[in-house]
């Protein structure tokens, strides 16, 4: 017992679309097999594990020793109710990833700070809330033909579009109603995101573990399942693992736990996302890994 004042020592977070019965598909049983399989690693542990949403009203946080984030799914779409949970909940308990980590994590602005050390991401231009300057115009400064507009916070791919740039007039409502309201991020397509896909690496206490391939159905380019995408294991080349384990690096404080997705062109490796937050890690193809995650969560609890 960790936490001998606490009524339990992790809550693996989760939210109610995964938890709902009536609302299973496959990217929810995936989410809930992962969330089990670090259940039982952290119960191998000794450690009291419950599985509770972000939502739940009967939770009383303040007697969790600390809350591991997992599969909350849902908070992009709920973002304004999810944001002020996250800050009240994290000054009554403790975070894995850290508080901070989401924080900065949950804004895709977090990209520049990596490029700013070294780390090569997606070329991208990052535009403010409220920006007063049409798409069209953006659209006219980049030497891009064909762009991805999608919001900074963003998941599941939310409000994200693909079109060229000559027929970016069409979406200038869209821009202008979405602006109003958050930042948006806009990148050149990769065409490699069709033709080769895009590799997972994932990451438990800055240790490289596994990596796996996301690729879309045809006549697609989203990768994820929800979409018809399909995961397999993939067996990366050694600068490559050295490419993720930097972007790892490169953050303001070491993870227990990270997702680092890039896309291979050409040049190398281009880092799309470094996912810190509720990101699939893919258990079902190395279950063991939910071993490596407990242990990363264990040496964060250790007085």
Request: one cysteine or more.
């Amino acid at each position: 017992m960790l936490f001998p004042t606490k009524s339990v020592d992790v809550v693996i977070l989760s939210c109610e679309y995964v938890l709902e019965r009536g609302r299973k598909n496959p990217g929810n049983d995936n989410a809930s097999l992962e969330d089990q399989l670090v259940k039982e690693a952290l119960e191998r542990r000794g450690l009291r594990t419950e599985i509770k949403s972000w939502s739940d009203k009967s939770v009383v946080w303040e007697n969790v020793g600390a809350i591991l984030v997992r599969s909350c799914w849902d908070y992009v779409f709920v973002f304004p109710d999810f944001l002020p949970w996250l800050k009240q909940t994290a000054i009554l308990t403790p975070f894995i990833n850290s508080a901070e980590l989401l924080f900065w994590n949950i804004d895709k602005n977090y990209l520049k700070e990596l490029a700013g050390k070294g780390v090569k991401i997606v070329p991208s231009i990052f535009i403010e809330k409220g920006e007063k300057r049409s798409l069209t115009h953006i659209l006219g400064s980049t030497p891009w033909k064909e762009v991805v507009l999608k919001p900074c916070v963003s998941g599941g791919a939310r409000h994200t579009y693909r079109f060229q740039v000559a027929e970016g007039g069409a979406f200038e409502e869209i821009f202008q109603e979405l602006i109003q309201e958050e930042h948006m991020i806009l990148q050149p397509f990769i065409p490699e995101i069709i033709s080769r896909g895009e590799y997972s690496f994932m990451f438990f206490d800055g240790e490289y573990s596994f990596t796996t391939l996301k690729q879309a159905k045809q006549g697609d380019y989203r990768v994820q399942d929800d979409f018809g995408g399909t995961v397999v294991m993939y067996q990366p080349t050694e600068e490559e693992i050295q490419f993720a384990k930097a972007a790892v690096a490169a953050c303001p404080y070491l993870p227990a736990y990270a997702r680092v997705d890039c896309i291979p062109t050409d040049e190398g490796l281009l880092l799309s996302e470094i996912e810190l937050i509720e990101p699939e890690l893919w258990f079902r193809f190395l279950p063991a890994a939910a071993e490596s995650m407990a242990d990363a969560v264990l040496k964060r609890l250790a007085p």
